[in-house]
């Protein structure tokens, strides 16, 4: 099978003398969608607290439905960006996301709260993937490796940053204004992709969309991801965890079976056919679910075991998460002359190392400078260097037809990978009361967890050729 012949709708600046404006305006987007998805771990008992008669495991939908539901539609909204424009599916992806920030803080009771942020996570499928293939469009090639970094980095520190930020909200004026922040920002996303951008059409009709395979994907990633959110609250043998895993898995070998037979599919599985790109995207997986558990650990030691307050938990945890877009920047002229494996592999080691700090060396005196701080350190560096160089990596090798599609699974696999580290931290530290015993395994396994991403990394060849 020939590869498709079609070209992405490009996006430029209404002003070309430089790109950065552009990028700016697709940020600060990005950065809203990625704060969301962890925004909510410091609000989860006003939450409880604010639905009468609501359980735990009810109130944690109004965190997994954002990941599910997001997880499922980024693939097919990074095909849509690449074959419907841009500029287009971007201002869409912001405008449902908008829309949603506020019916979220409006909500009157649960169901619809859980119902708005479905529509959030929506808005927030679309404008990702299509920020991405924005910004690459209107930099030149010799630079993508930097502003990809830079990207990166943003949705990094926005994900790291969500539970101090919402701590310090959710403290000073309550769980609502977690959703009524994103407005402003948001209207200016908005407003400045408007003006900024022109989106030029390619002169090809478009192909008819592969809804069939849109469906099969989207079902079979979010089944999936459904059965291993529900370990959280029901036991891994449960009926409900292996009749969901298996059924996700079912529709995701019928997508497979359809799109190997169609001209246009939902996704072109001959990515896959690149050692890179395969490589990059299983060590997503692995360091997703490691990153997830790393900072979960942190916000659960700082209160469950030094006892911190919220706001000064939120507080603790932040020196690492601001390290991370220096050292991208820095990473990023780095891979765009030597490649990202060194970057790769370096990172997951750091981090790695912070993990094996965070396992043996605080104990139930706190001692934040002596004991903490150091952890920190390691693990932000390690950070800035591996995640901005996984979503660079991911894309490096693929054509500009392929940008947002591609990309759209890498982020969709950091996802899900970050899903499997949320339930496996329930797992380990999940009990009442925290014990330094179980926190001290949590740490080891996602040591563990970012060494095995390390070796996969070794692998990846994005070195530019001379």
């Given at each position: ?320 998460p601001l390290l991370v877009v220096p050292v991208a920047m820095i990473s990023g002229r780095f891979a765009a002359r030597a490649g990202h494996r060194p970057l790769l592999v370096t990172g997951c080691l750091l981090m790695a190392l912070g993990g094996f700090w965070q396992a043996g060396v605080p104990g139930l005196d706190p001692d934040y400078l002596r004991d903490w701080l150091p952890g920190q350190i390691l693990t932000g560096i390690g950070v800035g260097m591996a995640l ?79």
């Amino acid at each position: 099978m020939s590869p498709p012949v079609s070209s992405p709708a490009p996006v430029v600046a209404r002003d070309a003398a430089s790109p950065w404006p552009v990028f700016f305006t697709a940020c600060v987007a990005v950065f809203l969608v990625s704060v969301d998805s962890t925004v909510l771990f410091a609000a989860f008992s006003q939450l409880r607290g604010s639905f009468a008669g609501a359980t735990a495991a009810d109130v944690s939908w109004v965190i997994n439905a954002y990941t599910v539901v997001y997880a499922a539609l980024l693939v097919p909204a990074g095909r849509l960006a690449d074959t419907h424009g841009r500029k287009h599916v971007f201002m869409l992806g912001v405008s449902l996301f908008l829309i949603a920030s506020m019916a979220c803080g409006l909500a009157p009771n649960l169901a619809s709260l859980i119902a708005a942020r479905v529509l959030q996570a929506v808005g927030a499928a679309m404008l990702t993937p299509a920020s991405l293939a924005i910004v690459l469009g209107v930099f030149p090639i010799e630079k993508r490796a930097v502003v990809v970094s830079l990207w990166g980095a943003v949705g990094g520190l926005a994900a790291a940053v969500g539970p101090s930020l919402g701590s310090w909200i959710v403290d000073a004026a309550g769980w609502r204004w977690a959703f009524f922040i994103n407005l402003p920002p948001a209207l200016w996303s908005l407003w400045r992709a408007r003006t900024r951008l022109v989106e030029v059409l390619p002169p090809i009709a478009r192909h008819r969309p592969d809804i069939i395979g849109v469906l099969l994907l989207a079902l079979g990633v979010g089944t999936l991801t459904w059965a291993v959110v529900r370990t959280e609250s029901q036991a891994l043998v449960s009926a409900q965890v292996l009749g969901g895993a298996a059924a996700g898995i079912a529709l995701l070998v019928a997508f497979v079976f359809w799109a190997r037979h169609r001209p246009e599919p939902a996704l072109d599985l001959r990515l896959f056919d690149n050692r890179t790109y395969s490589a990059v995207n299983l060590a997503t997986l692995v360091f997703g679910m490691a990153f997830s558990m790393m900072f979960f650990g942190f916000f659960f030691f700082m209160t469950g075991i030094w006892h911190y307050s919220l706001p000064l938990a939120g507080l603790a945890i932040t020196p690492g998460p601001l390290l991370v877009v220096p050292v991208a920047m820095i990473s990023g002229r780095f891979a765009a002359r030597a490649g990202h494996r060194p970057l790769l592999v370096t990172g997951c080691l750091l981090m790695a190392l912070g993990g094996f700090w965070q396992a043996g060396v605080p104990g139930l005196d706190p001692d934040y400078l002596r004991d903490w701080l150091p952890g920190q350190i390691l693990t932000g560096i390690g950070v800035g260097m591996a995640l901005p160089s996984l979503s660079g990596a991911a894309v490096a090798s693929l054509g500009p037809a392929q940008y947002g599609v591609g990309s759209a699974v890498n982020q969709a696999v950091r996802q899900f990978g970050s899903v499997l580290g949320v339930a496996l931290t329930v797992v380990l530290v999940g009990s009442e009361r925290l014990s330094l015993v179980e926190f001290r395994h949590l740490s080891l396994t996602y040591a563990g967890l970012a060494v095995l991403a390390a070796a996969i990394c070794s692998v990846v060849q994005t070195r530019p050729r001379r």
